[in-house]
């Protein structure tokens, strides 16, 4: 198998690099998920989770100011709570927050002061719901509608997952109900994969479509709003491994060895004329022969930048630090958020500054 080190692969080379450590708040959590929304042309990077009593605290980090807005704060319990063991968010901007509350048949959105503004029901026959991959979270708005990754109560082990349930569906707020759906990739048909790489991102691709990422395939898809075709776009490397498809469903050894040996496409995003995907794989194929525990205690499974051109089609490759944060914001890539350093009574958090261009 080809690998990282195979003398036909280059890692291209950043413009420029400097890194910032920006002060992290005194309420700062150690378990969190992602988001992301551009507010005044800044991309404000989103960072959420559960407190010690499940309120859900949501901080905020301008990358210019290198500092953390002031926290929003969503209690649990009680008319204004998020009333859940778990929440997905969306920033449509800073003070309409889509709050989607875990394994419920309802969504909320909320105002920037925690409070809420209205409650949506799914209305779906199948249980749909909106489904969270990874750490990441986002959702497209559309003309009324919102475009939204979901799951169901579809057992993941069986055989014709991928062709009972539906991955992407548009939500009509004027119906108050699920309108549309997106189907998988008819390839995946009749294959499995650990729940975790079963759902999608989506994310802006321009005016008339939007992209998606699925973890499990080196080609990104793009569908048009219009016209709802699917066009696809390679976007891999076999020098990171090639997606793995199952035939059974994992046990939970199985699932640790597919998440540790395989390659994971975690995010994509545009920016101008380029497509980019973050990915985790295995920095050797020689080390797929290695026990996983010692990958993992000897850094074996590192992470990379696919840049796709999109006037020439040329893929470039980019070697990035083990991060769980990536914000595109102009010419820049911030990435970060695994890397704190104390000092004093003072915590802060360090991310890496790339140059695209």
Not at 48 to 65: E, T
Not at 87 to 108: C, E, G, M, T, W
Request: charged share 25%; aromatic share 18%.
């Amino acid at each position: 198998m080809a690998s990282c080190s195979d003398p036909g692969f280059v890692y291209s080379e950043f413009a420029s690099l400097d890194s910032l450590e920006i002060e992290m708040p005194k309420d700062y959590l150690q378990f969190t998920s992602w988001s992301n929304y551009v507010d005044q042309d800044r991309n404000i990077l989103v960072e959420y989770g559960l407190n010690s009593k499940s309120d859900l605290v949501i901080h905020q980090i301008d990358f210019i100011s290198g500092k953390y807005r002031d926290p929003i704060i969503i209690e649990r319990e009680g008319p204004e709570g998020h009333n859940s063991t778990d929440v997905s968010v969306f920033f449509k901007s800073n003070d309409s927050i889509y709050l989607f509350p875990a394994a419920r048949q309802h969504f909320y959105l909320f105002g920037g002061d925690g409070r809420k503004i209205d409650r949506y029901p799914y209305n779906s026959s199948d249980y749909s719901r909106y489904y969270r991959a990874g750490y990441y979270s986002n959702a497209i708005l559309n003309e009324g509608e919102l475009i939204i990754p979901v799951v169901n109560d579809i057992r993941y082990d069986d055989p014709l997952y991928f062709s009972k349930t539906v991955p992407i569906k548009y939500y009509d707020f004027e119906q108050s109900r699920f309108d549309r759906q997106i189907s998988y990739p008819n390839y995946v048909f009749g294959n499995l994969v650990p729940s975790s790489y079963t759902g999608p991102t989506v994310s802006k691709y321009d005016r008339s479509s939007f992209l998606i990422n699925y973890r499990f395939s080196d080609s990104l898809y793009i569908w048009n709003f219009e016209s709802e075709e699917m066009t696809s776009l390679y976007c891999g490397s076999e020098y990171f491994g090639s997606p793995k498809l199952l035939q059974s469903y994992p046990d939970q050894a199985k699932e640790l060895e597919y998440k540790i040996l395989e390659v994971d496409f975690e995010q994509s995003f545009r920016n101008d004329d380029k497509l980019y995907r973050i990915v985790a794989h295995l920095s050797d194929q020689k080390f797929r022969e290695v026990p996983v525990f010692e990958i993992i205690d000897r850094g074996y499974r590192v992470m990379s930048l696919i840049e796709l051109d999109l006037n020439t089609q040329e893929l470039s490759y980019y070697k990035l630090p083990i991060a769980k944060y990536f914000v595109f914001d102009g010419s820049f890539l911030y990435a970060g958020g695994v890397s704190i350093r104390e000092e004093g009574d003072l915590t802060f958090r360090r991310f890496y500054r790339y140059s695209l261009n």
